[in-house]
Structures are given as structure tokens and as C-alpha cells.
């Protein structure tokens, strides 16, 4: 019951995603969610890439999405995304006793395609195995939480940094849930967390079309909560 009045809350409280701060358009449509309710998770829709690591696992536990792993991983949704079209969750890095915990690493790829090949879906979760794609990409507390970064991948094994923070304020918390925003627009890309646009990047060269990861490496995270709206 919780669970569905937090989605609720998010449905609700999450009104214009246009990138200028002063639109409250609520033209949207919901064309994926998962609240993470089912026993196991669906690997035809979500795809785990897992580093060939020992105690390293992706799961289900109290419906939320535990990425638990002593490598990278990635955990790419299923679904092409096009158009114009905003991608929101929940995520906490979790600290306690886990053999994995570490406070790292809370980072996304999103409109990611492979130049090389039609299939997406052929890597192992190592990071520098996605070099040769086009994406963006954001590490949140990247470098054991000393840098938050902005690149894009132009699918020539190039790693290009658009912006980044080292300060305090935009790294990371243990245990804190943070609501994760990005939104993809006419060329024109943001990040947003709990509220506060992190990156604004207008796109002279954007990618349109492309999947959606949850990335990290080292760590033992927990996502719920997953909605992507299409945008006018």
C-alpha cells in the first residue's frame, strides 16, 4: 500500500518536464512503470549485465531492484525510447553490512545505441566494454564519491565530459533515497536529483533514439519506483 501511494505521489507531484524551468506543461503520457512488486525480476525487460565478479548479483528484495556487486554492472530496460521523454525513479546506496557497500557510484546511461551492431545487449558490465557505444552518461559519487560527471559516448571509444562537480552538495549520502530525474527534449538533455537540475546540456549533435541503463560498479544499491513519460 505504501509503495502505490508513493508512485501515486510521483504521478502527481511531477508536473512539466519541458527543460525551461518555467514550464508547467502536464502534456505526458506514461509508457513504462515498475514498482518492482513481482517475485523476480523480468529478464525479458530488464537485462543485467553483470563483471564476471565473485558475490555479484542482481534481484528483487522487498520490491525493490538490488543491484548488489563487487564489479560493474548495468541493468538496461528493454524498451527503446524516442522522441521526447523524461525517465524518473528512486535510488539509495545502501551502507551497512553488505560485502559489497560502498558509498560509489549511483550512475545512469540513457539514449544509447551501438554504431557496430543492432544488438544492444552483448557486453559484460565492465565499464570500459561500453567505450565503443553512443550514450549519455552520468556518475553520481563517481571515483569512490569524489567526483559527479557528464559525458557522452560518441561511439568512437571516447569518453567526452561535458560538466562536472566535486563539491560536497552533488555527491553522495549513504542510505539517503534520491529521486532521479532526466529528461531528453528536442536536442536537449538534464539531470535533475531530488528536485535541483544537476546538468542542462543542448545537444549541436543529440541522440534521439536509445535505451536506458541503471549503471554502477562496487556497491549495493536499491531502485524502485521506475516511470518514463513521453513528452509532447
Same mark, same amino acid.
Given at each position: @500500500? @505504501? $509503495?502505490?501511494?508513493?508512485? +501515486? ?17 502536464? $502534456? ?38 538490488? +543491484? ?31 560485502? #559489497? ?5 549511483? #550512475? ?10 543492432? #544488438? ?12 565503443? +557505444?553512443?550514450?549519455y552518461y552520468v556518475g553520481m559519487g563517481g571515483n569512490t564519491n569524489k567526483t559527479t ?25 549513504? #542510505? $539517503?533515497?534520491?529521486?532521479? $530525474? ?38 549495493r544499491q536499491a531502485i524502485d519506483n521506475v516511470v518514463i513519460y513521453a513528452l509532447p
Open positions: @500500500m @505504501m $509503495k502505490q501511494l508513493s508512485l +501515486l505521489l510521483i504521478l502527481i507531484c511531477t508536473c512539466g518536464y519541458i527543460l525551461n524551468a518555467q514550464d508547467t506543461s502536464t $502534456k505526458r503520457t506514461i509508457v513504462w512503470h515498475d514498482d518492482f512488486e513481482a517475485a523476480t525480476l523480468d529478464s525479458t525487460k530488464w537485462i543485467a549485465e553483470i563483471a564476471p565478479q565473485p558475490r555479484s548479483s542482481v534481484y528483487i528484495e522487498k520490491g525493490r531492484l538490488i +543491484l548488489d556487486t563487487k564489479g560493474g554492472v548495468t541493468v538496461w530496460l528493454n524498451v527503446p525510447l524516442t522522441g521526447n521523454y523524461a525517465i524518473e525513479y528512486d535510488r539509495t546506496v545502501l551502507m551497512d553490512s553488505g560485502v #559489497n557497500d560502498r558509498v560509489s557510484d549511483l #550512475n545512469q546511461f540513457w539514449a544509447a545505441s551501438d554504431p557496430h551492431n543492432a #544488438n544492444l545487449f552483448t557486453r559484460n558490465g565492465v565499464l570500459e566494454s561500453y567505450d565503443s +557505444l553512443q550514450l560527471r557528464f559525458r557522452k559516448y560518441p561511439g568512437t571509444g571516447e569518453r567526452t565530459l561535458l560538466q562536472e562537480f566535486t563539491d560536497a552538495m552533488h555527491l553522495l549520502q549513504a #542510505n $539517503k533515497t534520491y529521486h532521479v $530525474k532526466t529528461v531528453v527534449e528536442n536536442g536537449t538533455t538534464g539531470f535533475w536529483i531530488d528536485g535541483e537540475r544537476y546538468f542542462f546540456y543542448t545537444d549541436p549533435n543529440p541522440l534521439r533514439t536509445g535505451y536506458f541503463g541503471l549503471r554502477s560498479t562496487k556497491s
